[in-house]
């Protein structure tokens, strides 16, 4: 398994300029992460001044295939706004805390104008990674912190003056600078460095190759396989749509050659990429974050994590295999032994279980992700045969740099959403909309909520919705009793849904993309495979599927079977197949039965396991499957 690096057009010296651009910024990260000698006033108007120089010098102002005219006047003007990032970054750097003067005399006008002018350059930057939508939230947000005075009482705020604006989101660690581009400037890019450095390793082949090992022979093998691969590679790529290109890439053509539909193929693909977020040990960026939040452990958010994201994947395997059944499919007929593939890469697998158990350990996340980046370097090298290149190691830091680069823009912009809820008292009030429109029940609020989270991932990355939707909903949930740590997984799950729904699915679309297949169709399928998104957050919120202080081992295993229940008698009510294909009835009644795993009462959810296992029985006892021309389609 010898890392092969891919073909690359011949580079030119502006390309040149930023690789280096973007090494640096990685090794002063990993300097920051060993020495933090930095205090965050310095560190991180840093680290966004290097980031925002790079998002204009790799997202130009207009397309190469724009005139050449045009084309050089954006250049340009994209070298103004790096001069300005630079010129802006260096005066907060630099600037003095501890002369308490600008509290009582107000901003200079240098501080002023290089506030505002870092305020107008990130929005742009986040217009270019993100998206416009994203900058549009933001400057609403803002609009709403210097005009909501003129609004009607019930959604009217103080009003603040531009400068107080300035000063409480550039000048304090409570807008731009605060918690969510802390988050991603320091534990977010170590471990998406640690992603980078596993794909030109050959470490996420590696790990392709042991899900095609223990998958490919089954019924719907590419498939099952694909779902393995994404699951192990998904929570360290820190994006589903990456994801989906990283492992789509092999795993659609194969599932295509197999006999399932384009669409399909890049459903399943988009569902399974997308369910890595929630997988530990890392979970993407949004674990950090909540960490953040909550003022608990990662350690325990990891932990409380494992059975919803193994669900998640029972869920999405279930589908997989329902679908092969109606398609009559089968597997690979030619599968290498998963002995002879651990053999060729089992020191790959050395620096995930490091990563876990110091994470399990409650050591800093920085040093874990840095010991992590080490360590899969030396295991690439403990073996000859796996050795890479110093170009190949170059390429992993560059690429770390340019992968945190929409990371950090959506994160500082969100920090912008959540300084406003503080400054002017939005949360409030719209928690207080979201109890009156729920009607005083927790199911009403959980449908609200999950709108708003399909909304809100229209336009915005995962991380960032997960940051909007949780300082506006988790005050709700709390308001129903819920713990903070449960309303947090419940928005951090519904905050992935956007990948997968319609109209706007991201990950799918991508999936699309190499399926050469209708992205609406394409969407639709992931949006069915990726049910668990909703139905495992109503677990969480109606029984003890996230283990609780003070919860029995009993009310846990009870919680897990009836989730599982509920998978499976809601996918094959849907799909019309268990073994054999289902009639109308039998499809009622297993709905029915899911509809029951809902219910909190014990009893209730016993009687529905036992009515399942009925049934499961009598259609096993039916005989041989049916042809899958004789199932019935939805």
Same mark, same amino acid.
């Given at each position: ?30 300097? @920051? ?122 959604? $009217? ?10 000063? +409480? ?74 994801? #989906? ?25 988009? $569902? ?36 919803? $994201? ?7 395997? &279930?589908?997989? @295999? ?33 990563? #876990?158990?110091?994470? &399990? ?18 295991? $690439? +090298? ?80 995962? #991380? ?27 928005? +951090?799950? &519904? ?60 009310? +846990? ?78």
């Amino acid at each position: 398994m010898e890392y092969q690096e891919p073909p690359t057009a011949k580079l030119g010296g502006f390309d040149y300029l930023i690789g280096a651009i973007a090494i640096g910024l990685t090794l002063f990260q990993i300097w @920051h992460g060993l020495a933090a000698e930095l205090s965050a006033p310095v560190f991180l108007p840093l680290h966004l001044s290097w980031v925002l120089v790079l998002i204009f010098l790799v997202s130009p102002s207009f397309a190469k295939t724009a005139p050449k005219p045009i084309y050089h006047l954006g250049r340009g003007l994209d070298f103004l706004c790096v001069c300005a990032s630079v010129w802006a970054g260096y005066v907060l750097s630099s600037f003095d805390y501890d002369d308490l003067s600008f509290l009582m005399d107000g901003l200079t006008p240098v501080d002023l104008y290089s506030g505002a002018l870092l305020l107008c350059l990130l929005l742009e930057a986040t217009r270019r990674t993100v998206g416009w939508i994203m900058s549009a939230i933001a400057i609403l947000f803002l609009a709403y912190t210097l005009y909501g005075d003129v609004l009607p009482a019930q959604f $009217a705020s103080k009003g603040f003056e531009l400068q107080e604006v300035i000063r +409480f989101h550039i000048f304090s660690t409570n807008g731009v600078f605060g918690a969510p581009l802390a988050i991603s400037a320091g534990v977010v890019f170590v471990f998406v460095l640690f992603g980078a450095l596993l794909q030109v390793t050959g470490a996420g082949q590696f790990f392709i190759d042991c899900a095609f090992a223990i998958a490919g022979k089954y019924r719907g093998g590419p498939a099952k396989a694909s779902v393995l691969a994404s699951a192990a590679l998904g929570s360290i790529s820190g994006s589903a749509i990456a994801n #989906t290109v990283t492992t789509g890439a092999l795993t659609i053509p194969m599932m295509k050659r197999l006999g399932y539909k384009p669409e399909q193929a890049a459903g399943i693909e988009a $569902a399974a990429s997308t369910g890595g977020q929630i997988m530990p040990p890392v979970m993407g960026a949004g674990a950090f974050v909540m960490a953040q939040f909550t003022g608990l452990p990662y350690a325990e958010i990891l932990l409380v994590s494992i059975a919803p $994201a193994l669900l998640y994947f029972f869920c999405t395997l &279930l589908y997989v @295999h329902l679908m092969a059944c109606k398609l009559g499919l089968e597997g690979m007929t030619q599968v290498e032994k998963i002995g002879a593939v651990v053999r060729q890469g089992w020191h790959y697998l050395l620096p995930l279980v490091l990563i #876990t158990a110091l994470l &399990l350990l409650s050591y800093s996340p920085v040093l874990v992700g840095l010991a992590g980046c080490l360590a899969i370097v030396v295991a $690439a +090298f403990s073996r000859r045969k796996t050795w890479v290149s110093g170009a190949a190691l170059l390429s992993g830091l560059r690429g770390g740099a340019l992968m945190i680069l929409p990371i950090s823009a959506a994160c500082a912009t969100a920090g912008i959403v959540v300084g406003v809820v503080g400054q002017t008292g939005i949360g409030l009030q719209f928690t207080q909309a979201l109890l009156a429109l729920s009607g005083g029940y927790l199911w009403g609020a959980f449908i609200l909520i999950a709108l708003a989270a399909v909304v809100l991932g229209m336009g915005l990355p995962v #991380t960032a919705a997960y940051i909007v939707l949780s300082v506006m909903a988790v005050p709700a949930l709390n308001e129903f009793g819920l713990p903070i740590l449960t309303a947090h997984l419940i928005v +951090f799950w &519904l905050s992935q849904t956007s990948n997968v729904t319609p109209p706007i699915a991201l990950a799918a679309f991508a999936g699309a993309g190499i399926a050469g297949a209708s992205p609406m169709k394409s969407a639709v399928q992931a949006f069915k495979l990726a049910f668990g998104f909703f139905i495992i957050p109503l677990m969480m919120a109606y029984s003890g599927l996230l283990w609780r202080a003070g919860e029995t081992g009993m009310e +846990f295993s009870l919680a897990i079977l009836a989730t599982m229940g509920l998978i499976v008698a809601f996918a094959c009510g849907i799909e019309g197949r268990l073994v054999n294909g289902l009639k109308p009835g039998i499809r009622l009644l297993l709905l029915a039965i899911a509809g029951s795993m809902l219910v909190e009462q014990p009893l209730v959810r016993i009687a529905g396991l036992l009515g399942l296992g009925l049934v499961l029985l009598w259609d096993w006892r039916r005989g041989q499957p049916t042809p899958a021309s004789q199932t019935s389609e939805l």
